[in-house]
T-cell receptor, first 111, second 113 residues
Framework: SQQGEEDPQALSIQEGENATMNCSYKTSINNLQWYRQNSGRGLVHLILIRSNEREKHSGRLRVTLDTSKKSSSLLITASRAADTASYFCATEGQAGTALIFGKGTTLSVSS | DGGITQSPKYLFRKEGQNVTLSCEQNLNHDAMYWYRQDPGQGLRLIYYSQIVNDFQKGDIAEGYSVSREKKESFPLTVTSAQKNPTAFYLC????????????FGDGTRLSIL
């Protein structure tokens, strides 16, 4: 059962531009997480936002959460070529339950 | 350094053969997970274990089996009953407590000979 759906599926931008990815989900959540995956590698955790939080920042990353719309967005500011990767959102329903991942957004940043 | 080690990185399976993928963690995490990743499909949960000697099926457990005899280890066996095993397999673990992120290994790519 895939809960999160990222949009767009693919995104191509130039270095220095901002990249915005969106995630929609279907059921109530305890928290929502964003992960990054470089080609052929495992996932790396980027940021976790709790259901009672609306916005969170970490370096060049900004995540928002709108529980009324069941949606989240990940903004990467001043993108670099090294940001090229796939980005996944994942939701946790009740605390301690398994995460449900979306299909991901593939970001390409060209120099 | 603490982390999750998956081996082998590449694995080839002959028809009718069972193969076992290794996952070891030294993070002292209680919960461990196995995911399958196909192109364009994202991650799908195969099995997970929250404590030693206990595990639960995920969304696509058919054709797979696991064991959890030690806290550090959660091997996944892809049996001959899994007719389409070609995929990228990822192992993850999580620490105790709420709001814990998952830590991932670097995956095993399984192909059919």
């Amino acid at each position: 059962s895939q809960q999160g759906e990222e949009d767009p599926q693919a995104l191509s931008i130039q270095e220095g531009e901002n990249a915005t990815m969106n995630c929609s989900y279907k059921t109530s959540i305890n928290n929502l997480q964003w992960y990054r995956q470089n080609s052929g590698r495992g996932l790396v955790h980027l940021i976790l936002i709790r259901s009672n939080e609306r916005e969170k920042h970490s370096g060049r990353l900004r995540v928002t959460l709108d529980t009324s719309k069941k949606s989240s967005s990940l903004l990467i500011t001043a993108s670099r070529a090294a940001d090229t990767a796939s980005y996944f959102c994942a939701t946790e329903g009740q605390a301690g339950t398994a995460l449900i991942f979306g299909k991901g957004t593939t970001l390409s940043v060209s120099s | 350094d603490g982390g999750i080690t998956q081996s082998p990185k590449y694995l080839f399976r002959k028809e009718g053969q069972n193969v076992t993928l290794s996952c070891e963690q030294n993070l002292n995490h209680d919960a461990m997970y196995w995911y399958r990743q196909d192109p364009g499909q994202g991650l799908r949960l195969i099995y997970y274990s929250q404590i030693v000697n206990d595990f639960q099926k995920g969304d696509i457990a058919e054709g797979y089996s696991v064991s959890r005899e030690k806290k550090e280890s959660f091997p996944l066996t892809v049996t001959s009953a899994q007719k389409n095993p070609t995929a990228f397999y990822l192992c993850a673990s999580t620490g105790q407590g709420a709001y814990q992120p998952q830590h991932f290994g670097d995956g095993t790519r399984l192909s059919i000979l």
